[in-house]
């Protein structure tokens, strides 16, 4: 996965093999920076209520795909990793989209400092 950010937007491409875990047919995300609420490092809260369409889930492994939650609809592709990088959105297909990377804590330093620029 691999993370970008341009002018106003961040973009979030996926490998060909997060695409195929994730069922997606999306491989770049863009979202406008304006639409990003809150991003955080912090564990989401998982439970057993929501629902996979499409995705896939092995406990402990990796969690990936489109998930409909009591929130709205969610993004995942969370491995056994514990690096969480959480975006909550406004305006767009996805109410929040969850992921694990290595950086977390540097991406939500990034997006945080793009974010504040575009209102300076």
């Known amino acids: 996965m691999n993370l970008n950010i341009f002018s106003d937007k961040l973009q979030i491409e996926l490998e060909w093999f997060e695409q195929l875990w994730a069922f997606s047919w999306s491989k770049v995300f863009e979202i406008p920076l304006a639409h990003l609420d809150k991003v955080?490092?912090?564990?989401?809260?998982?439970?057993?209520?929501?629902?996979?369409?499409?995705?896939?889930?092995?406990?402990?492994?990796?969690?990936?795909?489109t998930y409909y939650t009591r929130q709205g609809k969610e993004f995942?592709?969370?491995?056994?990793?514990?690096?969480?990088?959480?975006?909550?959105?406004?305006?767009?297909?996805?109410?929040?989209?969850?992921?694990?990377?290595?950086?977390s804590e540097i991406w939500q330093l990034k997006i945080s400092q793009a974010k504040a620029a575009l209102v300076n």
């Open 76 to 103: 995942w592709y969370v491995t056994e990793d514990k690096d969480y990088l959480v975006l909550e959105l406004n305006n767009e297909t996805y109410r929040r989209m969850i992921f694990t990377l290595q950086d």
């Open 40 to 65: 955080t490092t912090e564990e989401p809260k998982s439970n057993w209520a929501e629902i996979r369409a499409p995705g896939t889930f092995i406990p402990g492994i990796i969690k990936a795909g």
